[in-house]
């Protein structure tokens, strides 16, 4: 159904000028270098995100495949087809749920062309986002799909896992063992002298999918590492002395590792008078004690358990083949354990500012408003937005 859509496009690609075209471009006689060079190379050159790339530069759907095939899709394999027509799928929904609907009631509200929701071909997509938008209406949209694509392979590689459980298990053990309630019922970081009372505390388990994907689609990175709160803590104190208080807890008994912090994810605009918005989204009204750490987690090497159980029973019943097989395996000294860095979150406040949290506008609601909003004029182009 979209095919159509996009057969008149080819003559009409940024870039593809003829060779004698570009070669005066490039000759210094006409336009700059970099006025000639198709959006696509400017990207290399200036660094900026591939989901503000307004056009790609595929001609034909031979180049679509050779650029699926450098991205890490195979278009020849009916596994890889699948799960880029699930992605696509999941795309469409997210736009439909999250994106097309307007955040407030002077915002357009738009509406997924049927056109997008067939996946049958993805280079017809790939290809299609390669017209100019005054030829092709439907660039724009084929755009967004992708764009939402593109975050949605990278929310992939953060999402829930075989161990996320025993992961989470490890970070949020050490703030949980630290934490409980006295007898009259109030909860309190540590015990003895440097105790904190606490009004509340709550763990991040897995950051909800919806949220990772905002996430990638709203920075400008965009990639999977820059997601740092999966997994997190959130403490509410009394008072912002009690907050400090806090932080100098988890310091002095090394909940968090001063080594593992992570650099430039840090944020102090609860305790001093100058403020500095370091998320676009969040209200200057909010204040908090926030930072990202590591943990080094380890987890059972699942291969060299299987090893393992594989000569205990080859003792019992020998096999020449699978004695051979094994000794080869063994010989790459294969580790017990797995072992890797895992960032989490810790965010302490006190009373006055989590209120805020709940109504006004530091409330969650108002930012996930302007996240929302701030997305929709990444992935549409101005002109689709306005009024």
């Not at 000639?36 to 989901?51: A, D, I, M, Y």
């Not at 503000?52 to 495949?65: F, G, K, M, W």
């Not at 997509?125 to 967004?144: D, E, H, K, N």
């Amino acid at each position: 159904m979209i095919e159509k859509y996009f057969e008149a496009h080819q003559r009409k690609v940024r870039g593809h000028e003829s060779a004698p075209q570009r070669q005066i471009l490039l000759s210094g006689k006409g336009p700059s270098v970099m006025d000639s060079l198709e959006p696509v190379e400017r990207v290399f050159l200036e660094g900026t995100s591939p989901v503000s790339l307004a056009q790609l530069s595929l001609r034909t759907e031979e180049e679509a495949e050779d650029f699926l095939r450098s991205y890490g899709v195979d278009p020849d394999s009916a596994v890889d087809r699948l799960k880029i027509q699930e992605i696509h799928a999941e795309a469409v929904d997210f736009l439909k749920r999250l994106i097309c609907p307007a955040p407030r009631p002077c915002d357009t509200a738009l509406a997924l062309p049927a056109e997008m929701e067939d996946p049958s071909n993805i280079t017809r997509f790939l290809v299609g986002a390669s017209s100019l938008p005054q030829y092709q209406p439907l660039q724009v949209w084929a755009c967004a799909v992708l764009r939402v694509m593109h975050a949605i392979v990278y929310a992939n590689q953060v999402s829930a896992g075989p161990n996320s459980a025993e992961i989470r298990r490890q970070i949020l053990d050490r703030f949980r063992s630290r934490v409980h309630s006295d007898r009259r019922g109030r909860l309190w970081l540590g015990q003895g002298w440097d105790a904190v009372p606490l009004c509340s505390i709550q763990y991040r388990e897995e950051k909800a999918r919806d949220s990772v994907i905002l996430k990638l689609l709203h920075k400008p990175d965009n990639l999977p590492q820059s997601v740092h709160d999966r997994v997190g803590v959130r403490m509410v104190t009394p008072t912002k002395n009690e907050a400090l208080a806090a932080l100098q807890y988890i310091a002095r008994h090394h909940l968090a590792n001063v080594a593992h912090l992570t650099p430039g994810r840090s944020r102090n605009t609860l305790l001093t008078a100058e403020w500095q918005k370091s998320n676009p989204h969040s209200s200057p009204d909010f204040r908090s004690l926030q930072f990202t750490c590591r943990q080094l987690i380890r987890l059972d090497n699942p291969m060299y358990l299987a090893q393992k159980k594989m000569r205990k029973a080859l003792q019992k019943n020998p096999c020449p083949e699978l004695q051979a097989a094994l000794a080869e395996i063994e010989a790459h000294s294969m580790a017990p354990q797995i072992r890797f860095l895992f960032p989490y979150e810790i965010q302490i406040l006190d009373q006055e500012n989590d209120l805020k949290t709940q109504v006004g506008e530091s409330s969650h609601s108002n930012y996930r408003m302007r996240q929302l909003r701030a997305v929709r004029h990444r992935i549409f182009p101005a002109n689709l937005l306005a009024p």
